[in-house]
């Protein structure tokens, strides 16, 4: 190994370069501080890469396949081919490859030097890089730490052959003929739902009593009753213990309330969580403390037991969302930058892209009235709005949860086409501590699934007008 001479200065250095990464890295730029970034992977992190760009590019081809085959829409082809090859090629050349370029030009635009390599730091003001048989050391005044997660692996079901995790899946060139997913969380359900789309014969197991957890239960029963239309197997309280993979296939065997069963499929993806990317950082010797799980412990700054030192994103204790992570990182690096900030969310909202899509943010009525809240819950339904009609995606609501007597917004959820979007209203209303009264009093372009929110806010008054 050839290791440099002498260590190299730097003033704000940002490990990762993902969706808390690069924004961190950009807004310090901004904000004054010279930065550098170091990435030992691709640009744009797992969220770009292997997370939720690229799945977001094989839902919506897969929607493009199911509705061409319905004919609903007046569109009738002789013969409807899917071609995944195909379809992966785009996704990695005209999708993921022009977003990580377009970020790394704007890392560039703002003066951000970017440092290819593993990052381990020597102590609390230096780190080491390494690239291959090469190493460089570098002195530094400040770090944010933005290494994300990764998908956890669990005994019994090792990442190899054709037990894959959410990464592997992503980049399948073949439609499997069976394909079995273990864990019903978010990329669970969005995964099953693509190849189920594909025409993949499907199985679901989750430990858990139910699918989604975190989703109201009339909103997952939604994406059940799709699951039952497509023939997607769901089997709950089930444990997934040992996977064997054989020259056709793998054997899966599993246990509901220790009464053993098993399903064979193609192809297994594991997706039962993450874990954070600390365990081979040398936090330890920067003095950087860490939970027992691996996760970051950090102030409302996002500033850890080393002053100097930041950490964003999924290696902190929260939601791992990359939109948690980019707000985090404009927050560490005004704090960096001496301005008077803290993390100060009233709302974080979630999206799964299941079918159909889910989307919530704030407080459910069960969590507002934990808290001692009279509450309010105002439901309009999609099957109301012409847009969604027009559409033909009528499965699904906008739902919102206000405080009983001041009609304060508290709460949202969405289900249904557009989900993801819409609930981006909702969101900008708990945060800014909106009444309900201010979106019935707002416009809403028509025709869009927007009006949607307008419709249950007029419900939340007690005037509505199209149910």
């Not at 690239?131 to 730490?145: L, T």
């Not at 039952?228 to 056709?248: G, M, Q, R, Y």
């Amino acid at each position: 190994m050839v290791v440099g001479n002498f260590a190299k200065e730097l003033d704000l250095v940002v490990i990762g370069s993902g969706p808390g990464g690069y924004v961190a890295a950009i807004r310090a730029a901004q904000l004054g501080k010279k930065v550098a970034i170091i990435e030992r992977d691709a640009i744009g992190g797992a969220c770009l890469n292997v997370g939720c760009i690229p799945s977001k590019v094989l839902i919506q081809a897969a929607h493009h396949f199911v509705d061409v085959k319905s004919e609903k829409y007046g569109v009738v082809a002789k013969e409807v081919v899917f071609d995944l090859e195909k379809t992966q090629r785009w996704k990695n050349d005209e999708v993921i490859s022009k977003l990580t370029k377009g970020v790394e030009s704007l890392l560039k635009k703002n003066k951000v030097e970017i440092i290819r390599g593993s990052a381990f730091f020597n102590e609390p003001h230096q780190l080491r890089v390494v690239i291959g048989d090469e190493a460089q050391s570098y002195q530094f005044k400040e770090a944010i730490i933005a290494t994300g997660s990764r998908p956890l692996e669990i005994s019994g079901l090792p990442f190899k052959g054709r037990v894959l995790d959410s990464t592997g899946a992503l980049e399948l060139k073949i439609i499997p003929k069976h394909f079995v997913v273990i864990g019903g969380g978010y990329i669970g359900c969005q995964m099953a739902s693509v190849f189920a789309n594909l025409g993949s014969k499907v199985t679901i197991i989750e430990a858990a009593d139910n699918l989604l957890m975190g989703f109201e239960d009339d909103m997952v029963d939604l994406v059940k009753k799709q699951f039952a239309l497509k023939h997607v197997d769901v089997i709950t309280k089930a444990k997934a213990k040992v996977a064997i993979e054989s020259e056709d296939g793998v054997h899966i065997t599993y246990t509901i309330n220790g009464k053993e069963s098993s399903v064979d499929a193609d192809i297994v993806m594991v997706s039962v969580g993450r874990v954070p990317n600390t365990d081979d950082l040398g936090l330890q010797i920067a003095g950087v403390e860490v939970d027992q799980r691996g996760f970051i412990k950090v102030d409302e700054q996002g500033r850890t037991s080393q002053s100097h030192i930041f950490a964003i994103g999924d290696v902190t204790l929260g939601p791992a969302l990359a939109h948690k992570a980019s707000y985090e990182a404009k927050i560490a690096a005004a704090a960096l930058a001496g301005h008077n900030v803290k993390i100060d969310y009233v709302a974080m909202p979630a999206v799964c892209s299941a079918d159909p899509e889910l989307a919530i943010v704030g407080l459910s009525k069960k969590q507002a009235e934990e808290k001692g809240i009279e509450v309010n819950v105002s439901l309009f339904p999609l099957a109301a709005s012409g847009s969604a009609i027009s559409l033909g995606e009528t499965e699904g609501f906008v739902r919102i949860i206000t405080e009983k007597h001041t009609g304060l917004i508290l709460g949202g959820q969405v289900a249904g086409v557009g989900a993801g979007a819409m609930i981006a209203e909702l969101a900008l209303a708990i945060e800014t501590r909106m009444n309900v009264e201010d979106i019935a009093l707002t416009i809403h372009a028509h025709p869009t699934m927007s009006e949607a929110v307008l419709d249950a806010a007029d419900f939340a008054l007690g005037l509505p007008i199209h149910i």
